[in-house]
C-alpha cells in the first residue's frame, strides 16, 4: 500500500490543477511591469534553477481559491453583469493576458477588477497599490477599450471604460482594501516602451538588466531585491547564465 499523508494528498491535488504556461511568443500584462529580465527567461522557456516548493504552490492556489471566491460573489451582485476570467489582447504590441472581472453596470459604465491576494503584513509594510500592478490594470484597460475581448464577444470599449479597481485581500484575517485606477494615455505610452526594450533583447538574443540591489534597512548592506528571492530564475540570473 503506497504510504499515505494529507500533505500529499493536498500537494498532489495542486500539482493536478496547475497548468504551466507555454511560451507562445506573447508578452503578459502581469510581467511587462516586473522584472524583464524574468520576463525574458520565461519568454524563452529557460528552464526554471528554482522551482517553487510545495508550499509556494499551496499558497498560490490557496489564492486562486479567494479569487474565484470574490468572483463568483460579484458575478451574484445585483444589478450588474461581471464577466470573468477574459482573455485580451493588444496585437499591436504582441501583448495577451487574462483579467480577473470586468463589470457593466445598468447605467452603461465599465469597470475593471483585478483581484490580488496578500497576507495581512502587506497592508502595514508595503505602499498600496503596488505600482507594478497599476501599470498591469492599466495594459488590461487599454486592450479593453481598444480591442474589446474576444472569448465574451465584448467590443472595443473605448470611453465607457475610465477606471478600475485593484482590490487587495488578506488570506489570513480577511481584510479587504479597494483602490481606483483611473485610464491614462501617459500610461499606455509606458506600455508599448517596455514592449520595445523585450522586443530589442529578444531580436538581439541578449538579457535585461537584473533588477538593482537594495540597501537592508537593518544593517545597511546592500542585498538583492526581495522579488529575487520569489524568482524562479534566481540561480540562473545571479549565477551570470547569459
Not at 209 to 232: E, I, Q
Request: glycine residues 4%.
Amino acid at each position: 500500500m503506497t504510504a499515505f499523508s494529507v500533505a500529499d494528498a493536498v500537494d498532489r491535488y495542486v500539482e493536478s490543477q496547475e497548468t504551466p504556461r507555454v511560451p507562445d511568443g506573447t508578452w503578459h500584462p502581469s510581467a511587462i511591469f516586473g522584472c524583464l529580465r524574468q520576463a525574458t527567461y520565461a519568454a524563452r522557456g529557460t528552464p526554471e534553477s528554482d522551482p517553487k516548493q510545495p508550499r509556494d504552490k499551496r499558497i498560490l492556489r490557496v489564492g486562486h481559491m479567494f479569487h474565484e471566491f470574490v468572483q463568483r460573489a460579484i458575478w451574484a451582485y445585483p444589478d450588474v453583469t461581471a464577466y470573468c476570467e477574459l482573455h485580451i489582447a493588444i496585437p499591436p504590441l504582441k501583448v495577451t493576458g487574462s483579467l480577473d472581472v470586468l463589470v457593466e453596470f445598468d447605467d452603461g459604465r465599465w469597470e475593471l477588477i483585478e483581484l490580488k491576494t496578500i497576507n495581512s503584513k502587506a497592508f502595514a509594510y508595503r505602499d498600496l497599490p503596488k505600482e507594478d500592478h497599476v501599470k498591469q490594470v492599466s495594459a488590461y484597460m487599454a486592450a479593453l477599450r481598444e480591442f474589446g475581448a474576444e472569448n465574451d464577444y465584448i467590443e472595443p470599449l473605448h470611453d465607457r471604460l475610465q477606471r478600475a479597481r485593484i482590490v487587495y485581500i488578506s488570506k489570513d484575517d480577511l481584510r479587504i482594501e479597494e483602490f481606483t485606477v483611473i485610464h491614462s494615455e501617459a500610461r499606455e505610452v509606458e506600455i508599448a516602451e517596455r514592449v520595445a526594450v523585450l522586443e530589442s533583447h529578444r531580436a538581439a538574443g541578449t538579457l535585461p538588466d537584473r533588477l538593482p540591489d537594495t540597501v537592508d534597512s537593518k544593517t545597511g548592506k546592500p542585498r538583492h531585491d526581495w522579488r529575487c528571492g520569489y524568482c524562479v530564475y534566481a540561480t540562473t540570473c545571479w549565477e551570470g547564465a547569459a
